[in-house]
């Protein structure tokens, strides 16, 4: 597993990131970081301007079932991934949680944020905004949060998520907002296109569909 730009954590490693810039590389595989271990921890760094080619521009994460990343007041800013995801892609693992992070101005065919992939478990989103992200393949394939296991769980609080090309959230997996706002998003606020979703004091509102959930 060599196939990341910046940093490359293989081999069941645990990594701790703290207080760093991982600025303008490129990998196939994650183009600023891309883990293969047990435990990543990311805590108040940058993570922009990064290529990746073929999933994560930012970060690719892929572990085993009972690895572990977290990620918390941290500023990932013009990452771009062809096919995708832009910022994060989760790929397999046991949960992923991100505190406190911006995640702005992001570049995928697909999903431009959060990619929680078809073997991750879990996701916590806690405190985030989650804005300003393109998709190259316009509205309908894209989103700045993406569940794409229908075994998954995927939990968003306080969390802003707003003026994202595509969809806001579209999500397979089990999925709970609480107190987050979805606004001015270019598609609908949230699809759910499988799984169970739940909603609790959230504000959806501006968004550019003919309805702000669908499903």
């Known amino acids: 597993f060599g196939d ?8 069941q490693s645990s990594v701790t990131i703290d207080r760093c810039r991982v600025v303008s590389n490129y990998g196939t595989l994650g183009g600023g970081i891309g883990f293969i271990g047990s435990r990543l921890t990311i805590i108040s760094s940058a993570i922009s301007n990064n290529v990746g080619e073929g999933l994560g521009g930012g970060i690719y994460c892929n572990g085993d079932t009972a690895s572990q990343v977290l990620i918390d007041s941290c500023t990932f800013s013009g990452n771009s991934c062809l096919p995708g995801p832009g910022a994060i892609a989760y790929s397999q693992g046991a949960s992923l949680t991100v505190r406190n992070t911006i995640i702005t101005g992001n570049t995928s065919a697909n999903t431009s944020g ?4 078809t073997s991750a478990r879990s996701a916590i989103i806690e405190n985030c905004t989650i804005t300003n992200g393109i998709s190259t393949s316009g509205s309908i394939n894209g989103a700045a949060v ?13 969390t802003t998520i707003s003026n ?12 709970t907002l ?3 706002r979805i606004e001015r998003n270019e598609f609908s606020g949230v699809f759910c296109q499988g799984g169970d979703i739940e909603l609790r004091q959230c504000m959806v509102s501006l968004n550019h569909s003919h309805n702000s959930i669908d499903r």
């Open 4 to 11: 990341a730009g910046g940093i490359v954590c293989s081999l």
């Open 114 to 117: 959060i990619d929680v992939h």
């Open 146 to 158: 993406y569940g794409a296991n229908q075994e998954a769980t995927i939990r968003l609080t306080d």
């Open 164 to 175: 994202n090309q595509g969809f806001g959230i579209r999500t397979l997996s089990n999925t």
């Open 178 to 180: 609480t107190n987050c």
